[in-house]
């Protein structure tokens, strides 16, 4: 099998133009193409299992969210949010030259998709969200935020790896080699030596202004664009999840489009679908 071949798309901002890396497995000239969107605090090479096991049938596309990985930072930290990442990826679905994608999405992945699956005529034919719904659990959120807007630099890569390993535990259990590959995912060597996480601090900015009561309005929005989701959705939620809850998670099946729910056990934010049994359950409900 070929290995995947690193592009850009160029996007635009209100600050001016950027570049959003992404990675593309499989045919280049398939029609069926499936777009994988990383969390927060994550990269494209989060789904190198994933990608490898469906570019049979896919051209899968990973982008690096602006900000992360190989693609650009904002000169204005305040435009990391959702709507800029959703003009980008409009952008990047008109790169890739098809009528309809199918969606993977993981944490703020599965937000974007969200709000781009709720627009009229949107291109997602079918979408996962892992682990995040329209109602955010404040208490998770502050969680999240405490490690993002840290500028933590590491002597050494295992010093970088023993850190995500811990603000990662929720991941679930993973072998040594799985955690070393999460860990190199996200880390990258200065020129000093010295080893850092491989996105720009200022995405935190959003969440220095975050409080109960504006994540609670925020939720009101959350929901519309859930609501006028036309496509079929699979929720994944792993049963320790801090940040989607088992009732947000049941109304999610009960309004809207009515996703489907697949519960994974021993496991909080977010499912990393680098298992076997995990990557099943993708290839199954987007082959099917």
Known sequence: MSLPQIKTVQCLSPMGLHHMAYKEWGDPHNPEVLICVHGVSR???????????????YRVICPDVVGRGRSSWLK??????VPQYVSDMVTLVARLDV?????????????IGMGLAGLPES?????????VGPTLNY??????????????????????????????????PHTNEQWHKLAS?????????????H???????????????SVIKGEAALW?????IRCPVLLVRGTESDLLTPETAKQMTERGPKAQLVELPSIGHAPTFVHPDQIAIARKFFLS
């Open 224 to 228: 519309l664009a859930y609501d006028a």
């Open 185 to 197: 995912d996200v880390l990258r060597q200065e020129t000093d030596g010295s080893w850092r996480r």
């Open 76 to 81: 204005n930290p305040q435009l990391y949010a």
């Open 123 to 131: 291109p997602i034919r079918k979408m996962i969200m892992n682990d």
């Open 99 to 111: 009528s309809n994608v199918d969606w993977f999405g993981t944490s703020m992945g599965a937000l």
């Open 199 to 213: 996105y720009d601090p200022s995405i935190a900015k959003a969440f220095e202004s975050m409080t109960e009561g």
């Open 43 to 57: 990269v494209s090479d989060d789904f190198d299992d994933l990608a490898s096991a469906l570019c049979d049938r």
């Open 139 to 172: 208490s998770a959120l502050l969680r999240i935020a405490a490690y993002l807007g840290l500028d933590r630099r590491f002597a050494s890569f295992e010093e970088g790896e023993a850190y995500i390993r811990t603000v990662s535990a929720s991941f679930g």
